[in-house]
């Protein structure tokens, strides 16, 4: 499966951005979609992940109650929804995908066959 993410920018803090990862080559199903950050000089850290089948979600500490993910059938679309922006969430942002992840290796990078090209937020202050 191709990803492709899109949506980042440059936004001021307390802000908003919507980041989208679309599939190419094969739909969502049965997949695990996750987004993960990297900012400059740090590690790729986990954001947040959906199950496709289920729509179980999970969510960075870091990110709980700003961000929330979710899925467009039609559209074979992941959607990344940021609320409440901080200089902190400033990185790269990429999508992933696995079709045979299990829950404890959900927010685990590595763990992710298929990932996307990054889109690049930067939140001002």
């Known amino acids: 499966v191709q990803l492709q993410a899109s949506g980042g920018g440059l936004v001021q803090a307390g802000g908003s951005l919507k980041l989208s990862c679309a599939a190419s080559?094969?739909?969502?199903?049965?997949?695990?979609v996750g987004w993960f950050r990297q900012a400059p000089g740090k590690e790729r850290e986990f954001v947040a992940a959906?199950?496709?089948?289920?729509?179980?979600?999970y969510f960075a500490d870091s990110v709980k109650g700003r961000f929330t993910i979710s899925r467009d059938d039609a559209k074979n679309t992941v959607y990344l929804q940021m609320n409440g922006l901080k200089p902190e969430d400033t990185a790269v942002y990429y999508c992933?995908?696995?079709?045979?992840?299990?829950?404890?290796?959900?927010?685990?990078?590595?763990?992710?066959?298929?990932w996307g090209q990054g889109t690049k937020v930067t939140v001002s202050s």
């Open positions: 959906i199950r496709w089948n289920s729509r179980a979600t």
């Open positions: 992933a995908a696995d079709q045979h992840l299990i829950v404890s290796s959900t927010m685990i990078a590595d763990q992710y066959d298929y």
């Open positions: 080559g094969r739909t969502f199903r049965n997949y695990v």
